[in-house]
């Protein structure tokens, strides 16, 4: 193995005979979203020396590969007349950080420009702020300045990148480079839109919104646009904790109660305030849809496909050529979902396939899983009028559905998880595979027991749970399912740890999950900060990424991030010989953000000689074959 500095990280050359073998490939292959299979290589899979675990405060990967910092916090991401560089003591505004890398790095796809795989759109989404390090003087006093920073630190970035003979770098200026962020107008669509519980004061239409954020997995569609998915949006919304007592159900469910959030935006922006504007919050937990390609365009909120703590909008198609996406609700007890389209996706990923599938996404029919003891799984529509899911049951109409999608969820007895992250297909099986993290609730006094598809109870290490639809077409409403994996330390007293094969490294609480064209499983993980190193997380090490082969079973850790980060949101060049990784909040030794930092990544190498940045990392093979191999 091979623990980089972070100024080796930084300088180490890719080799330019490198850059022309990926160039030669590159002239073979077109965009390849997910579900696009490559023909299948002789590709010495998972030949790489595996990583052991460690708690290293580093990237660590196999001594094949070299790995390079690409696109930190801060990174200036904008056109030439507006290109504010990072201050290392925060300094920067408002403005510079709407002109800036988000904070938070997670869910991210490479989209080839012009065919090439060495030049492209890297468009990933800024999950959350850590409001200590966003601003010179931390939180206090809460301002509203640091409102609009914390806004314009999430939300997506869409960068042009290019493989040169010094390795990966941002194109700057690029004309596609665009920031959209917590403030961002955009577009309301779908059934939901201009329905009653959409309206606010500020958009009676009911079809306008400003911001996105919480944007944590992703999805590409076959047309050749991004997909983020709204997670935590709940914790933004708030207000004076005497208005508590007056929270709805949907509200309870959703945590969109006030005195409950996690930052005090209402104070300096009504919006946020849900005792003044409720439905403001109703406007967020969606799949918003980014072109890429077209900087001008205003990102659209799709509400066909429910609203929930939205993790991942997985793309694959149906056998007559309409688009499925799957989801999952990142949150004890919630459920995976699937959208199908009314209509057949236009072929092609240009900007003529784009527009003839601009309204795709709105017509459809959301479905929610049950998976049975049995190891057979049903589809449940939700829809109204259907599978007692109507006014009696508490719905006016569609538009309630989709907006509640969770109590809609419960009326038709889906089955609930332990914790749905991310959601891959296959991209010649077309199986289906989720990360459930880990659910200690699992068993509790007056929580769900441990079932079929969670078989733990206080699930601790969590696991990846797959299903293949009937007939092998994802407009099924029945599929088969199975454990892929259930994960952990098989030391841990009591645990039952159940692998795909003998020859498989250990992890816990897997997140990230994605496969690459040629059908490798690229699996992440996410230890809370507290937890790692310690108790049944000892001997896992840091956050790390390994990668599945599902025709053997094998499993192999290749890659370890630094202390406290989580390592999220990962994309494979077409030709397979680039991989770029996440690096998700280095040095966080608490979830809520307090506590000392205990690491410095990737500015310097000892915690607290700088502020730790997310940052995007690219990982080749020295040799520039395949990476996986
Ligand atoms: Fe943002 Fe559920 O991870
Ligand atoms: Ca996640
Ligand atoms: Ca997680």
């Given at each position: 193995?091979?623990a980089?500095?972070?100024t080796?990280?930084?300088?180490?050359?890719?080799?330019?005979?490198?850059?022309?073998?990926s160039?030669?490939?590159?002239?073979?292959?077109?965009?390849?979203?997910?579900?696009?299979?490559?023909?299948?290589?002789?590709?010495?899979?998972?030949?790489?020396?595996?990583?052991?675990?460690?708690?290293?405060?580093?990237?660590?990967?196999?001594?094949?590969?070299?790995?390079q910092?690409?696109?930190?916090?801060?990174?200036?991401?904008?056109?030439?007349?507006?290109?504010?560089?990072?201050s290392?003591?925060?300094?920067?505004?408002?403005?510079d950080?709407?002109?800036q890398?988000?904070?938070?790095?997670?869910?991210?796809?490479?989209?080839?420009?012009?065919?090439?795989?060495?030049?492209?759109?890297?468009?990933?989404?800024?999950?959350?702020?850590?409001?200590?390090?966003?601003?010179?003087?931390?939180?206090?006093?809460?301002?509203?300045?640091?409102?609009?920073?914390?806004?314009?630190?999430?939300?997506?970035?869409?960068?042009?990148?290019?493989?040169?003979?010094?390795?990966?770098?941002?194109?700057?200026?690029?004309?596609?480079?665009?920031?959209?962020?917590?403030?961002?107008?955009?577009?309301?669509?779908?059934?939901?839109?201009?329905?009653?519980?959409?309206?606010?004061?500020?958009?009676?239409?009911?079809?306008?919104?400003?911001?996105t954020?919480?944007?944590?997995?992703?999805?590409?569609?076959?047309?050749?646009?991004?997909?983020?998915?709204?997670?935590?949006?709940?914790?933004?919304?708030?207000?004076?904790?005497?208005?508590?007592?007056?929270?709805?159900?949907?509200?309870?469910?959703?945590?969109?109660?006030?005195?409950?959030?996690?930052?005090?935006?209402?104070?300096?922006?009504?919006?946020?305030?849900?005792?003044?504007?409720?439905?403001?919050?109703?406007?967020?937990?969606?799949?918003?849809?980014?072109?890429?390609?077209?900087?001008?365009?205003?990102?659209?909120?799709?509400?066909?496909?429910?609203?929930?703590?939205?993790?991942?909008?997985?793309?694959?198609?149906?056998?007559?050529?309409?688009?499925?996406?799957?989801?999952?609700?990142?949150?004890?007890?919630?459920?995976?979902?699937?959208?199908?389209?009314?209509?057949?996706?236009?072929?092609?990923?240009?900007?003529?396939?784009?527009?003839?599938?601009?309204?795709?996404?709105?017509?459809?029919?959301?479905?929610?899983?049950?998976?049975?003891?049995?190891?057979?799984?049903?589809?449940?529509?939700?829809?109204?009028g259907?599978?007692?899911?109507?006014?009696?049951?508490?719905?006016?109409?569609?538009?309630?559905?989709?907006i509640?999608?969770r109590?809609a969820?419960?009326?038709?007895?889906?089955?609930?998880?332990?914790?749905?992250?991310?959601?891959?297909?296959?991209?010649?099986?077309?199986?289906?595979?989720?990360?459930?993290?880990?659910?200690?609730?699992?068993?509790?006094?007056?929580?769900?027991?441990?079932d079929?598809?969670?078989?733990?109870?206080?699930?601790?290490?969590?696991?990846?749970?797959?299903?293949?639809?009937?007939?092998?077409?994802?407009?099924?409403?029945?599929?088969?399912?199975?454990?892929?994996?259930?994960?952990?330390?098989?030391?841990?007293?009591?645990?039952?740890?159940?692998?795909?094969?003998?020859?498989?490294?250990?992890?816990?609480h897997?997140?990230?999950?994605?496969?690459?064209?040629?059908?490798?499983?690229?699996?992440?993980?996410?230890?809370?900060?507290?937890?790692?190193?310690?108790?049944?997380?000892?001997?896992?090490?840091?956050?790390?990424?390994?990668?599945a082969?599902?025709?053997?079973?094998?499993?192999?850790?290749?890659?370890?991030?630094?202390?406290?980060c989580e390592?999220?949101?990962?994309?494979?060049?077409?030709?397979?010989?680039?991989?770029?990784?996440?690096?998700?909040?280095?040095?966080?030794t608490?979830?809520?953000?307090?506590?000392?930092?205990?690491?410095?990544?990737?500015?310097?190498?000892v915690?607290?000689?700088?502020?730790?940045?997310?940052?995007?990392?690219?990982?080749?093979?020295?040799?520039?074959?395949?990476?996986?191999?």
């Amino acid at each position: 193995m091979i623990a980089l500095s972070p100024t080796q990280q930084r300088t180490m050359p890719f080799a330019r005979r490198q850059f022309l073998q990926s160039g030669a490939a590159a002239a073979v292959v077109a965009f390849l979203g997910e579900g696009c299979a490559l023909p299948r290589a002789a590709d010495g899979r998972l030949g790489f020396t595996p990583v052991p675990a460690t708690l290293h405060d580093g990237v660590t990967v196999p001594p094949e590969y070299e790995a390079q910092v690409l696109y930190p916090w801060g990174a200036p991401t904008g056109i030439a007349s507006s290109m504010p560089t990072f201050s290392p003591d925060a300094s920067n505004s408002a403005a510079d950080q709407a002109v800036q890398a988000g904070m938070h790095h997670d869910g991210m796809h490479f989209f080839a420009l012009d065919g090439r795989t060495d030049r492209g759109l890297l468009v990933m989404n800024h999950e959350y702020t850590d409001e200590r390090l966003l601003h010179a003087q931390g939180m206090t006093p809460w301002t509203e300045e640091k409102t609009r920073k914390s806004l314009h630190a999430m939300g997506v970035s869409v960068i042009e990148v290019e493989l040169t003979n010094g390795g990966w770098r941002q194109v700057l200026p690029s004309r596609y480079a665009r920031r959209v962020h917590g403030a961002t107008a955009m577009r309301i669509a779908g059934p939901a839109a201009g329905t009653p519980l959409m309206r606010t004061a500020a958009n009676p239409g009911g079809d306008r919104v400003f911001g996105t954020f919480g944007n944590c997995a992703m999805g590409v569609t076959p047309w050749g646009t991004y997909l983020s998915c709204e997670e935590n949006f709940h914790g933004y919304f708030g207000g004076p904790k005497e208005a508590a007592p007056r929270a709805t159900p949907a509200q309870r469910r959703y945590g969109t109660v006030s005195g409950s959030q996690w930052l005090d935006y209402w104070r300096f922006d009504e919006r946020f305030d849900l005792s003044k504007h409720p439905n403001e919050a109703h406007r967020f937990g969606w799949v918003i849809e980014i072109d890429p390609f077209d900087p001008g365009s205003m990102p659209v909120k799709r509400t066909a496909l429910g609203r929930k703590r939205q993790e991942s909008a997985t793309c694959t198609q149906t056998r007559d050529g309409r688009l499925a996406v799957y989801m999952g609700d990142d949150s004890a007890f919630e459920y995976i979902y699937k959208f199908v389209s009314r209509d057949k996706v236009h072929p092609g990923n240009g900007a003529a396939a784009r527009a003839a599938n601009r309204n795709l996404l709105d017509e459809g029919t959301l479905y929610v899983a049950r998976y049975d003891a049995d190891g057979r799984g049903q589809w449940l529509e939700l829809r109204h009028g259907r599978n007692g899911v109507d006014a009696a049951s508490g719905f006016a109409d569609q538009a309630e559905v989709l907006i509640h999608a969770r109590l809609a969820g419960d009326v038709v007895g889906a089955t609930k998880m332990d914790r749905p992250e991310w959601i891959a297909v296959h991209p010649e099986s077309g199986e289906v595979y989720v990360t459930l993290t880990h659910n200690t609730q699992r068993g509790a006094p007056g929580k769900p027991a441990a079932d079929a598809a969670n078989p733990r109870a206080n699930n601790l290490f969590g696991g990846i749970l797959r299903w293949s639809e009937s007939g092998q077409d994802a407009a099924s409403t029945t599929f088969t399912w199975d454990h892929f994996a259930l994960a952990g330390d098989p030391q841990w007293p009591g645990a039952d740890t159940r692998y795909p094969s003998a020859d498989a490294d250990t992890f816990g609480h897997p997140d990230g999950l994605r496969f690459d064209s040629g059908g490798l499983l690229w699996i992440q993980t996410d230890m809370a900060g507290p937890a790692i190193g310690k108790g049944p997380m000892a001997a896992l090490g840091n956050n790390q990424m390994l990668c599945a082969d599902p025709a053997s079973g094998r499993i192999k850790r290749f890659l370890v991030g630094p202390n406290g980060c989580e390592i999220t949101g990962c994309t494979v060049t077409p030709d397979r010989r680039s991989l770029f990784v996440n690096i998700q909040h280095p040095g966080e030794t608490r979830e809520d953000g307090s506590g000392t930092a205990n690491s410095a990544w990737p500015d310097g190498t000892v915690a607290g000689s700088a502020r730790p940045r997310s940052a995007t990392v690219a990982v080749r093979r020295r040799d520039g074959g395949i990476v996986g191999s």
